[in-house]
Each structure stands twice: as structure tokens, then as C-alpha cells.
């Protein structure tokens, strides 16, 4: 195996900084949406005549 090519980085994987933005972005949009279903529902629970307070 030729050892210049560990020198170069061709054999090393560098992960993108890019690609956990992304996920982190992803999660928190996935968060907004259970929150605003979950506020939805509760409104909703809370308007229905004999179920709210």
C-alpha cells in the first residue's frame, strides 16, 4: 500500500460540519411541530362542550 495517500487525506473520512447542522436543524423543526400538535390538541380538548373546564 502506497503511503502517500494517507498524507494527502484520500484515506481519511472527514465528516462535513454541514451534515449536524442540518441534523440539528431537523430536530428542532420536528420539536416546533410536536409542540404546536400538542398545543393544538390541547385547544382543541379544551373548546369541546363537556370535555374542558
Partial sequence: MRRDLAFTGVARHVERPARSIACL????????????????????????????F
Fill in 25 to 52: 436543524a431537523f430536530v428542532a423543526v420536528l420539536g416546533a411541530a410536536f409542540w404546536a400538535g400538542a398545543a393544538w390538541i390541547a385547544e382543541f380538548y379544551l373548546r369541546t362542550p363537556g370535555l374542558g
